[in-house]
């Protein structure tokens, strides 16, 4: 069975921003900066899924700019981790994973 994040809706809310992150497709979806620095930039990406486990979803993307963006979703907990690569230098950024209408 091929599994789908497409038509889903959901927010990544770290530290310092939310995300709202809207799949249109099954390979492309559009992130908005909801707070934080930058409010209201958006942009369409393409993006790569995969299924860990039941739960939890993998997706990746690489921006414009060049950032590249690994981000583990786990629903049962409530949180997403982001690992980031910025150039050569590569980050980790925990977060909370909510659904958006």
């Known amino acids: ?10 927010r ?8 709202l992150i809207e799949v249109l497709s ?7 900066r909801e707070a934080g620095d930058d ?4 942009d ?3 993006y790569v899924a995969s299924f860990p486990r039941d739960g939890q979803e993998l997706l990746t993307w ?3 700019d060049g950032l ?3 981000n583990l979703l786990d629903w049962d907990a409530g949180t ?13 950024n925990p977060g909370k994973l909510t659904p958006a209408s």
């Not at 069975?1 to 959901?10: A, D, G, V």
């Not at 980031?84 to 980790?92: Q, T």
């Open 68 to 70: 590249g963006l690994s």
């Open 80 to 92: 997403v981790t982001t690992h980031a690569k910025v150039g050569r230098d590569v980050f980790e």
């Open 62 to 64: 690489v921006e414009a």
């Open 1 to 10: 069975m091929t599994q789908s994040l497409k038509h889903r809706r959901f």
């Open 12 to 19: 990544f809310t770290y530290r310092t921003e939310t995300y």
């Open 39 to 42: 409010i209201g930039k958006t």
């Open 44 to 46: 369409e990406e393409s």
């Open 26 to 32: 099954d390979d492309r979806l559009r992130w908005t």
